[in-house]
């Protein structure tokens, strides 16, 4: 989330489950030794920029929407690369990384507060090299220097603002500063770095080892408690945090957290915890009627500011939305909702209408900010919805509680849905199907009008990982639902990345550019595959099977770590000097190990490679304490742990009625790894079990399956035997 903080704040705040308490005193120590005895004696000044561009700096160089827009600022920003170290050192100053993205309400306000002044560039100028880093390109150098800012301060957000040595050893950083408060920072650490550069080295090296600790990795040799009552402890350990009344964890601001949600449905599925079960439905109902739902045009805003979904930070982000499909089409498959299927369908559109390219792919992020304020598109006055909608707008006015006053800012309205279908048919003496048409018509018309507003910024960057997530979305809503054109929309996107972003060795790109493509990141290998696994389990095509087990070999061999039986997140050849991180947490995108550890999971079933589920068993044991005191930021390792202690089944269907045969099973909410095949296979789960002239399904539990059935029901009978 956004951050802000002053340079006089030093409180350590507990950011994620992983940070050692005590490097409290250690880290704080450190901007003691720097700034307390420095004083503020610079005074704010203010000078107006013309409205057309007066400098144009090395970022116009670049492709990233994010980095563009700060190609004009006064800054003489560069981005990330050798160059700019190679001037640090050459001249002897200190670095300033700067980090953002382009839907960062915060990033623009900074950079509208410092980066276009004159003045306060001059001095950013004089006496730092500045660089400039779309996080969203280069996460390794965000993870790096996010590290370092959460060991500093407690906490971290975006715009990231990391000042470093020469060589990249971080010194100070925080996050949002006012201008004022900025040019006081760059006069103290200018200071200290000419007059007292001992010091400043000093502090250097121990943050830069405190980011080392952070990142070693406990490998446990103890024999694993893979059992349900381990992981049972663990769910309540979790429990307390429920929100009871909104859904989602206790405290604000609120982020949707699909993971969680994912994991919780596979857990409910397998114990039948009542609690669980409520605390689902509570959550995904509150998200899908609350203001972090764009009522009008589908799809969910990245987060809430506040305790009830009503209130969001506007912006838009692929990777929520398309897990968030994902979420809703298991949770109709399990609940059948029809809300659930509602909000599928309507984010599933906002993503086709408004992200994708013209090559089947998807954008990064929409906007926040529109006409220069937050949310400017997609809040309404009540004076404004009775011009457009005239004699209907009573009806929806009330269903989504809009007021004189407003519910927000400046008297405007975010659209939540207050009242229930039943009520307003009684309050209006109409029927449902009466309310329900007319809530239609009202909802197309202020649409219609909405898109006559300023449009925010779409970043139209291709993420090889998001777009991973995207078509796991599709695919995922094709099985809940059937709709062909759902698959076709994933196969279309697979195809792009199959064909430009995979080598045949497996080396996959996180991004392609004019001026230099990005090799992939851990995230962009494990998500990739997993999600021609999920297209696999949806087609039977083995070609998307056997590109996921190139991908994750080319993996193995160029991220993994022998010693801690961990996946590096930048390739071993790559990446940031300072430190190479191991990304383990689950947040609001699972972590790339514990993807990765699901994709070896699958195709050490699906290609009987014993080797790959002793490696997953290893990564597995080194987490487990961090499972059960923290399982809200290991739901993605808790997914895993299910599928070893409920012994998930492997369900083969084969012969020429395969594909249908699966299609009748995706009817029934069950997890299973599916494979199947019309004709003979010599893929191991498969091998021997295709009989000419029969279509048949084996239920299979770690390979070892039981006599063939010929229907459904009856294999779903055998599973359920099993259970």
């Not at 809300?339 to 209408?353: C, D, G, I, P, S």
């Not at 906007?367 to 400017?376: L, M, Y």
């Not at 659209?415 to 209006?428: C, I, M, N, S």
């Not at 994933?490 to 991004?511: P, Q, T, Y």
Request: net charge negative.
């Amino acid at each position: 989330m956004d951050g802000r903080l002053s340079i006089e704040v030093y409180e350590f705040k507990t950011f994620a489950p992983h940070f050692a308490e005590p490097m409290k005193t250690l880290l704080t120590s450190i901007l003691l030794l720097l700034f307390g005895s420095c004083a503020n004696t610079q005074s704010e000044k203010t000078k107006t920029m013309e409205n057309h561009p007066r400098h144009t700096n090395r970022l116009i160089d670049e492709t990233s929407p994010y980095l563009l827009q700060h190609a004009h600022n006064a800054v003489d920003w560069y981005p990330w690369g050798e160059a700019a170290f190679a001037k640090a050192r050459k001249e002897d100053k200190l670095v300033l990384i700067s980090i953002g993205y382009a839907a960062c309400h915060w990033c623009h306000v900074m950079e509208h507060e410092s980066f276009e002044d004159e003045e306060v560039a001059r001095i950013m100028n004089e006496w730092f090299v500045c660089i400039k880093v779309d996080r969203e390109e280069r996460p390794d150098v965000d993870h790096t220097y996010m590290a370092a800012v959460q060991l500093m301060t407690g906490s971290g957000g975006w715009p990231l603002n990391c000042f470093a040595l020469p060589d990249g050893r971080p010194v100070y950083g925080g996050t949002y500063f006012p201008k004022a408060k900025w040019v006081s920072v760059l006069e103290q650490l200018h200071h200290a770095y000419r007059n007292d550069r001992q010091r400043v080295l000093r502090s250097a090296e121990e943050l830069t080892e405190g980011i080392r600790k952070q990142n070693l990795i406990q490998v446990s040799s103890a024999e694993s408690d893979l059992s349900a009552h381990s992981l049972a402890r663990a769910v309540d350990n979790w429990k307390p945090n429920f929100d009871t009344v909104s859904g989602g964890n206790r405290g604000v601001p609120k982020f949707p957290m699909p993971e969680n949600y994912r994991f919780l449905l596979k857990y409910f599925y397998f114990t039948g915890d009542d609690d669980i079960k409520k605390h689902i439905e509570r959550t995904l109902d509150r998200m899908a009627a609350g203001g972090i739902y764009d009522a009008l045009g589908g799809g969910f805003a990245r987060y809430a500011t506040d305790g009830a979904w009503q209130v969001p930070h506007f912006e838009k982000m692929l990777y929520d939305n398309a897990q968030l499909v994902s979420l809703y089409s298991g949770a109709y498959r399990l609940f059948n909702k029809p809300l659930y299927k509602q909000r599928v369908y309507q984010t599933l559109a906002f993503m086709e209408r408004e992200l994708a390219s013209v090559d089947g792919t998807f954008y990064a992020s929409i906007d926040a900010d529109s006409e220069g304020e937050e949310g400017a598109f997609y809040v309404w006055t009540r004076a404004e919805t009775e011009e457009t909608l005239k004699d209907d707008a009573p009806l929806f006015t009330a269903f989504y509680g809009m007021t004189e006053q407003g519910n927000w800012e400046q008297g405007k309205n975010i659209l939540h849905r207050f009242q229930t279908v039943e009520q307003l048919a009684k309050d209006f003496q109409l029927s449902e199907e009466e309310v329900r048409q007319s809530l239609e018509i009202s909802r197309n018309k202020m649409f219609a009008q909405r898109a006559r507003r300023e449009r925010p910024l779409t970043d139209t960057k291709v993420l090889t990982a998001w777009n991973a997530l995207a078509i796991s979305a599709f695919t995922d809503a094709y099985r809940a639902f059937g709709e062909k054109a759902f698959l076709e929309k994933a196969l279309r996107a697979a195809n792009h990345f199959k064909s430009r972003c995979v080598g045949s060795d497996g080396m996959v790109w996180r991004m392609l550019r004019k001026n230099g493509n990005i090799p992939g990141f851990l995230d962009d290998y494990s998500l990739l595959a997993m999600a021609f696994i999920d297209l696999y389990q949806a087609s039977f095509d083995e070609e998307w099977l056997k590109l996921s087990l190139r991908i994750t070999q080319y993996g193995l061999q160029h991220f993994y770590d022998e010693s801690s039986g961990m996946f590096f997140y930048a390739n071993l050849e790559e990446g940031v000097s300072v430190s190479r991180k191991f990304e383990l947490s689950d947040n609001v995108i699972p972590s790339s190990n514990s993807v990765m550890a699901r994709v070896m999971l699958a195709l050490g079933i699906y290609f009987g490679r014993e080797d790959y589920t002793g490696k997953v068993r290893k990564m597995l044991n080194n987490v487990l304490t961090q499972i059960e005191s923290q399982l809200s930021f290991s739901s993605g390792w808790g997914s895993l742990f299910c599928d070893f202690v409920f012994a998930v089944p492997e369900v083969v269907f084969t012969g020429t009625e395969a594909e249908s045969l699966r299609t009748t099973f995706d009817k029934n909410f069950v997890y299973a790894l599916v494979a199947g095949s019309k004709t003979a296979s010599d893929l191991p789960l498969l091998s021997g079990r295709v009989v000419p002239g029969q279509s048949l399904i084996y239920v299979c539990r770690n390979r070892v399956c039981k006599l063939p059935v010929k229907s459904v029901g009856e294999a779903l009978r055998q599973i359920a035997g099993e259970q």
